[in-house]
T-cell receptor, first 109, second 112 residues
């Protein structure tokens, strides 16, 4: 079992839909990152979380430390949100980063 | 701000050759990360530096890989000798302390 699990692996949505991507991890962490990788390959860091919730535009990220779970929400999805979303955690103590395998999102117009 | 700069953007080489990838982090950032991405293994952290000092190199696959950061504005990742299984996209990222990482555009390496 991977230490970081993402679900779903693939997601197709219609423009305007509310989207949720989940990340569960099994190790103690000091931080959790959500990354976005566009079809062209570039990677953008969306959020870094250690507790609670963060919002940036139409994106919301939450983390529940006790449940070892984080969610990334996209409100009013748009075709330009089509990308691979990657969850990464930093193991507390070892400083090692562990990556999920990513969620491939496609938003249809 | 120019962002993280990587060079070259594409590299094609033959097995056995030495490959050097370069990274210039964002000015003022004190942490630098080297990642490798393949279809099979996804994104992997190879090594990261804090204040030019390697903190964790446990992700470096084997002795053929080495990374240096001689100063705060430059880092290299070297593969010698290269093998076809090293073909991947190599990303460099930088951050200030443990905050948000900013990724470079990546170097696509193909080893024939």
């Amino acid at each position: 079992k991977n230490e970081v699990e993402q679900s779903p692996q693939n997601l197709t949505a219609q423009e305007g839909e509310f989207i949720t991507i989940n990340c569960s991890y099994s190790v103690g962490i000091s931080a959790l990152h959500w990354l976005q990788q566009h079809p062209g390959g570039g990677i953008v860091s969306l959020f870094m979380l250690s507790s609670g919730k963060k919002k940036h535009g139409r994106l919301i990220a939450t983390i529940n430390i006790q449940e070892k779970h984080s969610s990334l929400h996209i409100t009013a999805s748009h075709p330009r949100d089509s990308a691979v979303y990657i969850c990464a955690v930093r193991n507390s103590g070892t400083y090692k980063y562990i990556f999920g395998t990513g969620t491939r999102l496609k938003v249809l117009a | 701000d120019a962002g993280v700069i990587q060079s070259p953007r594409h590299e094609v080489t033959e097995m056995g050759q030495e490959v050097t990838l370069r990274c210039k982090p964002i000015s003022g950032h004190n942490s630098l990360f080297w990642y490798r991405q393949t279809m099979m293994r996804g994104l992997e952290l190879l090594i990261y530096f804090n204040n030019n000092v390697p903190i964790d190199d446990s992700g470096m696959p084997e002795d053929r890989f080495s990374a240096k950061m001689p100063n705060a504005s430059f880092s290299t990742l070297k593969i010698q000798p290269s093998e076809p299984r090293d073909s991947a996209v190599y990303f460099c990222a930088s951050s200030l302390a443990s905050n948000t990482q900013y990724f470079g555009p990546g170097t696509r390496l193909t080893v024939l």
